[in-house]
């Protein structure tokens, strides 16, 4: 039997990111512009895309490993699907752990924010 992670909702505004910037586009081109206005409108939802991966830290800080889909709902005030990060996915995505002030802020390379 396998064991299948828990998909929850949750503020996007109390978990932390892990990189000190991110790109403006997503590999798909779609701007985290217009993924924001998206959200805002409601032509997307958070069921519309994958829930982010997060792992904890100190047993009570939520940090994320997906940084713009967590900037994109931060941004447009919706709550966002979580699922829980895996060792691997952590330990193959730790060059990602950029940030220099504990997670609560990204720049936005490109701009467009």
Do not use: W
Request: hydrophobic share 35%.
């Amino acid at each position: 039997m396998h064991n299948i992670p828990c998909v929850t909702l949750a503020d996007p505004n109390i978990i932390k990111l892990t990189q000190e910037s991110i790109k403006n586009t997503f590999k798909d081109g779609q701007t985290l512009r217009e993924l924001i206005d998206d959200l805002k409108a409601g032509r997307v939802s958070a069921d519309d895309l994958p829930a982010i991966r997060l792992f904890e830290k100190e047993g009570r800080i939520s940090i994320s490993l997906d940084n713009r889909h967590l900037k994109a709902f931060q941004e447009a005030g919706v709550q966002i699907r979580t699922i829980p990060a895996t060792e691997d996915e952590i330990a193959n995505e730790a060059f990602k752990f950029t940030t220099t002030n504990n997670g609560t802020s990204i720049r936005v390379r490109g701009g467009g924010l």
